[in-house]
């Protein structure tokens, strides 16, 4: 009868040890999921902000070309390259 026991007790220590690695192994899946949804959504703000920077940087620069500044003084000022002013 004791060697039942004690083998009963193993058993269910084991399935206790499994039911732990399972749950664990789905916090942790559930957790690593949040985390790279945010950094996702943190990566895609940070990229259509730097868009929308160059964006505004190209239009300010149309605006100057249209004024009659001159390819070196547009790109001075917005950052753009000298190619980029030339060819608006």
């Known amino acids: 009868k004791y060697q039942r026991t004690m083998s009963e007790f193993r058993t269910a220590r084991e399935e206790g040890r499994d039911e732990g690695r399972e749950e664990g192994r789905e916090e942790g899946l559930e957790e690593g999921r ?8 943190a990566e895609g703000r940070e990229e259509g902000r730097a868009e929308g920077r160059a964006a ?21 000022c917005t950052g753009i390259a000298i190619e980029a002013a030339e060819k608006l």
Do not use: P
């Open 56 to 76: 505004r940087q190209l239009e300010i620069a149309r605006a100057m070309k249209e004024k009659g500044l001159s390819a070196a003084v547009i790109a001075d």
């Open 34 to 41: 949040a985390e790279g949804r945010a950094e996702g959504l």
